[in-house]
Nanobody, 124 residues
Framework: QSKLVESGGGLVEPGGSVGLSCAAS????????IGWFRQAPGKEREGLSC???????YVAESVKGRSTISLDRPTNRLYLIINDLKPEDTGVYYC??????????????????WGQGTQVTVSS
């Protein structure tokens, strides 16, 4: 049974950075399409950055140029760093994995395996 556990959220001032980690067990992330998603208050879950199992990447416009997604194969962990945080980056951040996405590698409805999420609040 797969399990994804996010960590690294918290309260961050605008302009700061956050580093998120997703530890996986029961699955080997490099063989899956994987990604980070965000659900802001009152909004739908948004795909932020994803990596396909064949190495393609997607980055949403909302975090393009200030985010880095990376997969550490030896530790089976997925990371996301976001810099220059803005209040609109506030939300619950989730990692997810799917063996094969069909239409959109970073659409939340393509993914079945989810972590419990970690809260990031950007506020002064």
């Amino acid at each position: 049974q797969s399990k994804l556990v996010e960590s690294g959220g918290g309260l961050v001032e605008p302009g700061g950075s956050v580093g998120l980690s997703c530890a996986a067990s029961g699955i080997t992330l490099e063989y899956y399409d994987i990604g980070w998603f965000r659900q802001a208050p009152g909004k739908e879950r948004e795909g932020l950055s994803c990596i396909s199992q064949d190495g393609r990447t997607y980055v949403a416009e909302s975090v393009k140029g200030r985010s880095t997604i990376s997969l550490d194969r030896p530790t089976n962990r997925l990371y996301l760093i976001i810099n220059d945080l803005k209040p609109e980056d506030t939300g619950v951040y989730y990692c997810a994995a799917e063996l094969w996405t069909v239409d959109n590698m970073c659409a939340s409805d393509e993914y079945d395996d989810w972590g419990q999420g970690t809260q990031v609040t950007v506020s002064s």
